[in-house]
């Protein structure tokens, strides 16, 4: 058990530690939703668009670049939804367009004058950094998610089956759609930054794909989803620290690992 | 306080349903009237559907029937309030003239449910007709109700089977008795049959005249089998962007409007 206190030794060990312990439920939660309403690509795009947020944040002189994330992820969740609402163009384009546009902005932003050097630490993010006011609002957001989940999750649940069929019965479709993308604009970008723009869509999609494999129900998946993001999170933290390799990454390897894992022995599970 | 929705099931438990699974109740009363007045949708500058007047009563089978790209979806969507149109429908009782509010119980044609999706029947049952989150709990009385209500289709055994796993069959008793839950005045059921055999069929035939039998409710339904509409429907409208045809079903099948809608008649559809 040597390991366990010389891993807690340090301040910034326990604070990523708790991160994890929030980030990880906290996308294990939100990604079951978001692989049944088949927005896995707009959480993509969404992080992406991070660089412009940062990019704005530089040029405004906000002191706290994480603010001007939150602000211009919440309006590009929106005017995303409000373009794929008008039924224009098929829905993956109109996110490509979005993601593209988003990241050459910011890309083209950060690297004047050569300094893009400064900013690369968004790529794969950097959870040691995380300082306690940082982990209490992730904290809120995780709370902010389950009451949502309490109230509305039945809803979203018809909404992801059929459109037509929840509006009958009087679910109402486009703000809830508006609410739960905001929700996840909030949560990428409160995120990223510890996370990493490269990989957060992976972990926020593979807890849920995993379960999906070895769930029968809405409970199975929320629980084996949970389960596999904190246990992936705890050990590639840990495996992170020991190996001296960055936190976010090792913990993808692990999620997908377990992705395979329960894609090869779905067959057995189920049955029993 | 108790979820209106779920106050609906259990008016329905005690109107309609036996444990025997069979539907019963006090039948239609045939004054109900639900009428829709000049229905125009538009797609930008396309006219979608136009001008359609139609009557239901209570207690009646309307066969929507129409060529592809007739407007026949176009006219559900419209109804159930998902696409925006002009003209009114309106739902009265006819004893005393009073509008009241509709409630339509909607069968779509397909679910958005892929393979592999961790959703039960009780999980799709209940994410509709309770506010309880379905990936939390699952209360023993909620599961009774919704036992209760599949039972009126013969599909309480599939309570704990995977959606994506259900054949069309089914499904489709699954999906209606969702859309009698609460018990609603008009069915929509939007080409309900496609992807199932002929036992199952028949059986689902049965049942919508059992349900027209017994429940107070009027149902519309789009159909491309003609023996059905034949057999079971009370009324026909015969749909091509507006109505042009509407009548008792032989009225319109040997109509000169039904042969040129489908070119050389019966046979080419």
């Known amino acids: 058990m040597q390991w366990i206190s010389e891993f807690l030794k340090y301040d910034f060990m326990k604070n990523a530690l708790a991160a994890i312990l929030i980030i990880t439920p906290l996308f294990g939660i939100l990604g079951t939703m978001i692989v049944n309403n088949k927005l896995a690509f707009f959480s993509d795009a969404l992080g992406h668009s991070a660089f412009t947020g940062m990019a704005l944040g530089v040029i405004l002189g906000v002191s706290d670049t994480g603010i001007s994330m939150v602000v211009f992820g919440i309006l590009f969740a929106l005017l995303l ?3 794929r609402s008008r039924n224009t163009l098929s829905n993956d384009t109109v996110i490509s367009v979005f993601s593209s546009v988003s990241t050459a902005i910011g890309l083209v932003i950060l690297s004047r004058g050569g300094n893009f050097s400064k900013y690369s630490q968004i790529l794969v993010g950097d959870i040691l950094s995380i300082r306690p006011s940082e982990i209490v609002s992730l904290l809120v957001i995780l709370i902010i998610t389950i009451l949502f989940w309490a109230v509305a999750f039945n809803k979203l649940l018809a909404m992801s089956v059929n459109v037509s069929l929840a509006k009958s019965k009087g679910i109402p479709v486009r703000r809830l759609e508006t609410v739960f993308s905001v929700l996840i604009a909030i949560i990428v970008m409160l995120s990223i930054r510890w996370i990493g723009i490269l990989i957060i869509n992976a972990l926020l999609i593979l807890p849920a794909a995993s379960a999906r494999n070895i769930a029968s129900n809405m409970r199975e998946y929320h629980l ?16 992170s620290y020991f190996l001296n390799t960055a936190a976010g990454p090792t913990i993808v390897i692990l999620s997908g690992t377990i992705f395979f894992i329960t894609l090869l022995t779905r067959g057995i599970v189920k049955q029993s | 306080m108790p979820d209106i929705k779920e106050r609906g099931i259990q008016e329905d438990t005690r109107q309609n349903v036996r444990s025997t699974g069979k539907i019963s109740g006090h ?3 045939g004054l109900h009237c639900i009428k829709m007045k000049d229905i125009t949708v538009r797609d930008g500058d396309t006219v979608m559907v136009e001008h359609v007047n139609m009557h239901i009563h209570c207690g009646k089978v309307t066969v929507i029937i129409g060529r592809n790209g007739a407007g026949k979806s176009t006219l559900i969507k419209a109804i ?8 009114t429908i309106e739902f009265t009782d006819l004893r005393n003239q009073k509008a009241e509010s509709l409630r339509i119980g909607y069968v779509p044609q397909h679910l958005n449910v892929e393979k592999n999706t961790p959703v039960s029947v009780y999980d799709l049952f209940a994410g509709y007709i309770s506010n309880i989150p379905v990936c939390l709990f699952r ?6 109700k919704i036992i209760r209500q599949l039972e009126m289709f013969q599909a309480q055994d599939l ?11 089914e499904l489709q008793r699954v999906l209606l008795s969702i859309a009698c839950t609460p018990a609603p005045n008009l069915l929509l059921l939007d080409e309900p049959v496609s992807g199932i055999d002929k036992n199952g069929m028949e059986l689902f035939y049965k049942k919508i005249d059992e349900l027209k039998k017994h429940y107070d409710l009027a149902i519309i339904l ?8 034949e057999r079971y429907a009370d009324e026909v409208v015969l749909l ?6 509407a009548g008792k079903p032989r009225e319109v099948l040997e109509s000169e409007e039904f042969a040129k809608a489908f070119g050389s008649g019966r046979h080419a559809w």
């Open chain 2, 240 to 245: 091509d962007k507006t109505v042009i045809k």
């Open chain 2, 159 to 169: 309570i704990d089977r995977q959606v994506c796993d259900l054949s069309g069959g």
């Open chain 2, 222 to 229: 789009v159909s491309h089998d003609l023996e059905f509409v």
């Open chain 2, 139 to 144: 209360p023993k009385k909620l599961k009774e």
């Open chain 1, 224 to 239: 084996f989803s949970v389960l596999i993001a904190v246990f992936s999170g705890v050990l590639g933290l840990v495996i």
């Open chain 1, 81 to 83: 939804n409000y373009i």
């Open chain 2, 27 to 29: 039948g239609a009363c």
């Open chain 2, 80 to 87: 159930l309030g998902e696409i925006p149109h002009e003209g």
